[in-house]
């Protein structure tokens, strides 16, 4: 039996901004399996309604994605959803964690190629699961 979002720790709506189309497919199958809800975007512009809507605990986006980084989509995360987590999944992992860069000094960052078992492990972290 799956264990649902709403019997998770401390919530469990995933929003994942990834503009590469088989990464976010791939993505949203594994987060589903562990159990949580999961609404995938292609684009950080994308993603805003949804931040606005106050509904999703934690961002998991790509750093360099068309339109809009994602660096600029977690600090507007934060300025309109200030209780969502942020989690970045990037091959340019360096750039997250530069000072100065603008990423919230709370994100984690996963850094690519990663397992799916490390990406599920880090979600289950930040939502205080075991």
Request: hydrophobic share 45%; no cysteine; aromatic share 6%.
């Amino acid at each position: 039996m799956t264990t649902q979002p709403e019997d998770r720790p401390g919530g469990g709506r995933i929003l994942l901004a990834e503009d590469d189309d088989s990464m976010r497919g791939f993505l949203v199958r594994a987060i589903e399996r562990a159990g949580y809800e999961v609404v995938a975007v292609d684009r950080g512009t994308a993603a805003l309604p949804y931040i606005a809507s106050g509904k999703f605990d934690l961002l998991l986006t790509d750093i360099v994605m068309p339109e809009m980084d994602g660096i600029e989509l977690a600090q507007r995360a934060t300025a309109l959803a200030p209780h969502m987590r942020v989690m970045f999944i990037t091959g340019f992992a360096a750039v997250a964690l530069a000072k100065g860069s603008g990423a919230p000094s709370d994100a984690k960052v996963l850094s690519k190629p990663f397992h799916l078992r490390d990406l599920v492990a880090e979600i289950d972290r930040i939502f205080g699961a075991q």
